[in-house]
């Protein structure tokens, strides 16, 4: 299982960015998946998910932080098996390393993670 995460940098406020994380050994579609980000000093907070296609009812289900509601959205790529974190109207307060993470059924994985910075 690998999670490679890319599409990080540095933006202006207000400005947007594309992050994926490009998964191998698992498909995307089958499992719970979710963008996570630490900013220095505080605590990893999770930022969006996206419930497995397991779950009939629910599968493909987007959940967000109250911080990016409205402005972040959660997708998969099943041909790529790749997950889209597209951020739009970005603010300082976003500035973190965020890192994709999968719930598999042995555990959690998690990518190296990708920069993003926001400067005012």
């Known amino acids: 299982v690998r999670l490679v995460e890319s599409g990080g940098g540095l933006v202006q406020s207000g400005g947007s960015l594309r992050l994926s994380c490009a998964a191998s050994?698992?498909?995307?579609?089958?499992?719970?998946m979710r963008w996570f980000r630490q900013a220095p000093g505080k605590e990893r907070e999770l930022v969006a998910s996206i419930i497995s296609d397991t779950y009939i009812d629910s599968g493909g289900t987007t959940n967000y932080a109250d911080s990016v509601k409205g402005r972040f959205t959660i997708s998969r790529d099943s041909s790529r098996n790749t997950v889209i974190l597209q951020m739009n109207s970005l603010k300082p307060s976003d500035t973190a390393v965020y890192y994709c993470n999968a719930r598999l059924s042995n555990g959690d994985y998690w990518g190296q993670g990708t920069q993003v910075t926001v400067s005012s």
């Open positions: 050994g698992f498909a995307v579609r089958w499992f719970d």
